[in-house]
């Protein structure tokens, strides 16, 4: 799914009209094909819903709920989390902003928000003073690539749209996912002069 945005924002910024765009969107969505799988669909619309099946399909977002309600607005300190289970251990290895988000409370969940906010806008501003037109699209991608993963990130953990896998840039667990992060925001700062 991110990777079909990236890949639309890039066509739309080089100058694709939207009419070649989405000619056949809504037949090739994946979302039309999910309901061909029950526990596909199960996941899909878990998110609706979470509380109905909490051991099951709903298992990562109603933990992700109990770690940011049990934050507040300040946190309860660095590792001072109390998620000590096993299968609170798996969940966390996967989504560290709920973690933060229990840990540094809201306000160190906006901080890191705004940083990526930030981070996203520095490599955007970047972008637009690059000349050549193959590095101005790649500062530009990969820009939009750590946005893309860290949004869809950020709204998965707090419920907005159906679990993704996708990790937080910089901050999730994963060795390529934090490689490729770092190469872009190299590339960006190489670009910068």
């Given at each position: 799914m991110s990777l079909a945005i990236l890949t639309v924002a890039m066509l739309f910024l080089s100058g694709t009209k939207l009419k070649y765009l989405f000619p056949r969107a809504g037949r090739n969505s994946g979302a039309c094909k999910a309901h061909h799988g029950t526990y596909r669909w199960k996941r899909v619309t878990a998110f609706l819903d979470p509380w109905k099946d909490p051991q099951g399909s709903g298992f990562q977002l109603t933990q992700s709920f109990i770690a940011f309600g049990s934050g507040g607005p300040l946190g309860v300190g660095l590792a001072r989390a109390n998620r000590s289970s096993p299968s609170c251990l798996r969940f966390i290895l996967t989504s560290y902003f709920s973690l933060i988000g229990e840990e540094l409370g809201f306000v160190g969940a906006a901080v890191v928000v705004a940083l990526f906010f930030f981070l996203f806008l520095r490599g955007f501003m970047i972008a637009r003073k690059i000349e050549d037109p193959f590095a101005y699209y790649l500062a530009f991608g990969l820009s939009l690539m750590i946005g893309i993963q860290?949004?869809?990130?950020?709204?998965?953990?707090?419920?907005?749209?159906?679990?993704?896998?996708?990790?937080?840039?910089?901050i999730s667990y994963g060795g390529s996912s934090l490689v490729i992060s770092m190469v872009a925001a190299a590339y960006c700062s190489m670009c910068r002069g």
């Open positions: 860290s949004v869809f990130n950020f709204a998965v953990v707090t419920g907005l749209i159906p679990t993704k896998g996708l990790p937080l840039p910089f």
